[in-house]
């Protein structure tokens, strides 16, 4: 891609009868929430993919996209990364799981030890929500306690969904926003509660309150902004106290910001963390990990699944971990990072908006003011349509990898200030509705973390 395409001649047209055939073949369309059409601007964003390389990806319909999504965060290194696709590759050929157990589990297990401060021990996993699960059964398992209190979200199982029997503390509604807990035991009400970020009045209040019942904190530590100095630490003096264990949840955050993760830039541990997503590059893995003190007692419970010991997974994984250490991964996030930010800054400027890029360099975001009476749906949705009619796609965030280039960057801004001004002359004209050739992006659930 050196130049925009033709927007006229944009079409996904075969993306939208691939997902009209999924409404009748698989209930709710996709796997993910997060990949359906309603969270970019169905009509105009592209769905399906054929083929992926690098920061770039081809669709049904054979239009190219310079990729900010990056698989919700997945793809790290770059999609098809050459480096962990032979590592795969050769793996296959010796068999990706085996009667036994394979070597690189143990070597793995060091790897993360050697990375993530908080690692002493090590369970696997194949993806984020699965993890997060595993870490509360062996927090539970460990302290006889069933309630988990949280920030954030970990994922789809009853455990963690149980809360949307409760509502949440700041809006009085489900915390998980549009999601009710169908097919949720009503017998889990009660054992998991959620918190806000930042507050460490109300965390200590619910400790109190249900002192002695408590197994764990589970909290994403930072997403879209770094806590203020003193808050994780406070969270894990007040854990101590309570004799509960503190659990990060880094998934999502993870891996970019230091390949230690945000435990590792902020310089507080926790006693276990959840990772998963971006530590094997677009293979499906995941891991536990914490101090031996916490981890060593779940080889009494039963936690036990075939393919955890893929060998697929733990061959990406290895490769991935030590591929951002060698490519010096945080400071060439936070490069790139900055320098969307100041190229996506400028276009906001030139199109005469209120707003900015904010947050962090590893997921930085469009904010844009709108004026009263506006529905600002309307504006994100309209700002994701013509990126996408120009060749990138992305929601209001971007998530880079490290395939992402200067051209990359350049073109996007581009992108950026022709799509800004569409929504500058729609704002002037009072006409965005007629300027929208997709639905409004729908928001599938309400995150209790900053």
Request: aromatic share 8%; charged share 20%; with cysteine.
């Amino acid at each position: 891609m050196t130049a925009f395409p033709d927007i006229a001649d944009h079409t996904v047209a075969r993306s939208l009868e691939l997902y009209q055939q999924a409404g009748e073949l698989i209930p709710g369309w996709t796997q993910l929430i997060s990949r359906r059409a309603d969270q970019f601007a169905h009509g105009a964003s592209p769905i399906y993919a054929q083929r992926a390389k690098g920061s770039r990806f081809i669709d049904v319909d054979e239009n190219e996209y310079i990729d900010w999504v990056s698989a919700v965060g997945a793809i790290i290194l770059g999609h098809a990364d050459d480096v962990v696709n032979a590592a795969v590759k050769d793996q296959i050929d010796s068999g990706s799981l085996f009667s036994v157990n394979s070597p690189l589990e143990v070597e793995l297990a060091a790897e993360l030890n050697a990375t993530i401060p908080s690692s002493q021990m090590v369970r696997y996993a194949k993806g984020g929500g699965e993890a997060c699960a595993l870490a509360a059964r062996i927090a539970r398992g460990v302290t006889g306690r069933d309630m988990i209190l949280f920030c954030g979200y970990h994922g789809w199982h009853d455990w963690y969904q149980a809360a949307n029997f409760g509502v949440d503390p700041e809006s009085g509604d489900y915390p998980f926003a549009g999601i009710e807990p169908i097919g949720v035991p009503r017998a889990l009400a009660g054992t998991v509660m959620p918190f806000l970020y930042g507050d460490l009045e109300m965390l200590a209040a619910l400790l109190a309150e249900h002192a002695g019942e408590i197994a764990a904190i589970m909290m994403e530590p930072a997403r879209s902004e770094l806590p203020r100095p003193g808050y994780l630490e406070g969270v894990k003096r007040l854990a101590a106290e309570h004799d509960v264990i503190l659990i990060f949840d880094e998934v999502s955050c993870g891996w970019r910001l230091a390949v230690g993760g945000v435990q590792e830039a902020v310089g507080v541990t926790p006693d276990m963390t959840v990772v998963a997503k971006a530590m094997s590059n677009g293979y499906p893995m995941g891991a536990v990990v914490g101090s031996r003190e916490v981890m060593e007692p779940a080889k009494r419970m039963f936690i036990s699944s075939s393919y955890w010991s893929d060998n697929i997974g733990l061959a990406a994984s290895l490769t991935t971990i030590r591929e951002l250490k060698r490519r010096n991964a945080p400071q060439r996030f936070k490069e790139i990072g900055e320098k969307l930010r100041r190229v996506l800054n400028q276009a906001i400027a030139d199109a005469g908006l209120e707003g900015a890029c904010t947050g962090l360099h590893t997921n930085p975001a469009v904010s844009l003011a709108t004026p009263d009476g506006i529905d600002p749906r309307k504006v994100s949705t309209l700002f994701i349509q013509e990126m996408a009619r120009r060749g990138v796609h992305t929601y209001m965030s971007f998530k880079a990898t490290l395939a992402h280039t200067d051209e990359d960057i350049r073109l996007t801004g581009e992108a950026a200030a022709e799509s800004l001004q569409v929504i500058q002359a729609g704002l002037r004209r009072g006409n965005l509705d007629a300027l929208l050739i997709a639905d409004l992006k729908k928001e599938p659930f309400r995150r209790l973390v900053g």
